[in-house]
């Protein structure tokens, strides 16, 4: 399948997700240009993100023994629970190492990308792994297995967290891994009218996997996004006797997002 009908079947599946009456704006990157130059940003360990200008692209590293870390793209404004917006990404990995660090190394630790709130993310208090500590996320992640003593296998997984980490969304779980050597697609599309968050993944332009819907359960209170991020988490703050962590290196390429318009401010006069 061509890129062009990939991105075809997700403008399909972000129309028939969006809420009636609600415009969408689509912006896309294919990284032949730096992209710190066309608005994306780099926070934390600036080595752990480069631009491949040969081959158009961007050469990414996780690496959860370091701070948190992230290149992102400001929306520049936030997007919350009614709206609708989606994301499809091209990735490869070269390389996964679960469990990294030896001292952590009984529990899996993601590999993330997803929408983040730039102001919660790069705040000090940003912990990923402690399941409390990480607001405003609407994210997919890749959980491999570490080994071990380990016995629920790798999983893909989409979630959401709400405004203080108190609430999360339901669902969202495959028993899948990824491989490295193998090119994928994410097209995640979250839909303000349902509150569902829907991801599908292509390898080599082929359909691969259909992740589980995750839904926002009644007790969900709000959420506020306005990034997308490629992720590399700390694996600080862990749960002690069930820590991960997590060393991987790839790429990422042909980024196309999806989001409303920006609010129409009152004309002053």
Known sequence: MSRRLVNCVFY???????????????????????????????????????????????????????????????????????????????????EIVPGINPAKSAAPFEIAMGFIRVADATGPGFLRGTGINSPNLVEFDFFPDPGGEWVWGPSLTLIIFSTNSSHYSHGGFYPGELVPGVRYRLEMVYDGSSGTLLGTLYTNGQLWVEIPVAYLPSTFTDFRVDAFAICSYSDEGQWPGYEGSIYARGWVDNVVLSVPPPPVQELAG
Do not use: C, M
């Open 12 to 94: 399909t599946a972000l129309i028939a997700n969006v809420a009636v009456g609600q415009a969408v704006k689509i912006t896309s990157f294919d990284f032949n240009q730096d992209p710190l130059l066309e608005g994306w940003g780099i926070y934390g360990q600036g080595e752990l993100f480069s631009w491949d200008s040969v081959n158009g692209r961007v050469n990414v590293t996780w690496d959860s023994r370091l701070p948190n870390s992230y290149f992102f793209y400001p929306i520049g404004y936030e997007l919350n629970r009614h709206d609708s917006f989606g994301v499809g990404i091209d990735f490869y990995l070269d």
